[in-house]
């Protein structure tokens, strides 16, 4: 076991990853290393963003997870595109366009009001 697990683990895999292949748990994975003398790896953090993530959802992500992506890649809106406010002690938004909201490029930037006139005029649109 000990030797599957050392080539398993020198493939790149972590030792969780090598647990769940030879059915044990990490600490068993980890106490065969220590008790051979194997020296492990440092551990490092991997690339856990978007869909490097295990729980990476895509479009079936729910309306608060897209929300986070939109503001990771957008950032915080500063100005409004309607009106052209940009004073400093309102409040921006990211307003959607046409309902896909996994759609990264179809949001625009919108002053509170102007969002709410916005979102009023869809909802007599689509009545």
């Known amino acids: 076991m000990i030797k599957k697990a050392i080539q398993l683990y ?18 068993v994975i980890w106490r ?5 003398g194997y ?11 978007g869909e490097n993530n295990s729980s990476w959802k895509g479009d079936r992500a729910g309306y608060k997870a897209l929300h986070y992506r939109l ?13 052209g406010c940009s004073k400093r002690n309102r409040r921006y938004q990211w307003a959607n366009l046409t309902g896909k909201l996994s759609d990264l490029n179809d949001y ?11 979102d009023k005029k869809i909802k007599n649109i689509t009545k």
């Open 10 to 27: 020198e493939k790149g895999m972590t030792q969780s990853e090598v647990a769940a292949k030879l059915e044990t748990t990490q600490k």
């Open 32 to 36: 065969l290393f220590k008790n051979a």
């Open 39 to 49: 020296k492990c790896r440092v551990a490092k953090k991997r690339n856990q963003f």
């Open 71 to 83: 503001y990771k890649a957008r950032g915080r809106p500063q100005k409004c595109e309607v009106c």
């Open 108 to 118: 625009k930037r919108m002053c509170e009001s102007c969002h709410a006139k916005y």
